[in-house]
């Protein structure tokens, strides 16, 4: 499995789906493993949702500074 694959796919979803945000939100491990429909090892889940997690937050940070630029989108 390629993790980093598998992040940007957990990063499209959370941003496309609303549901899957919500649950994102909510339980990260759960949604992280529905998605990968596997179980890992917590160890492995836990950096799949922290570098979703960045992903994510990366993503607001470049819009909110591109804010105040005045561009909007």
């Known amino acids: 499995m390629d993790i980093k694959e598998k992040i940007e796919e957990i990063v499209n979803k959370v941003k496309s789906d609303e549901g899957f945000a919500d649950k994102f939100k909510s339980e990260p491990v ?33 819009d909110k500074i591109g804010g105040l630029f005045g561009k909007k989108d």
């Open 30 to 62: 759960k949604a992280v493993e529905d998605v990968l429909g596997v179980d890992l090892p917590n160890d492995q889940i836990n950096k799949v949702v922290e570098g979703v997690k960045a992903k994510i937050d990366l993503g607001g940070i470049a």
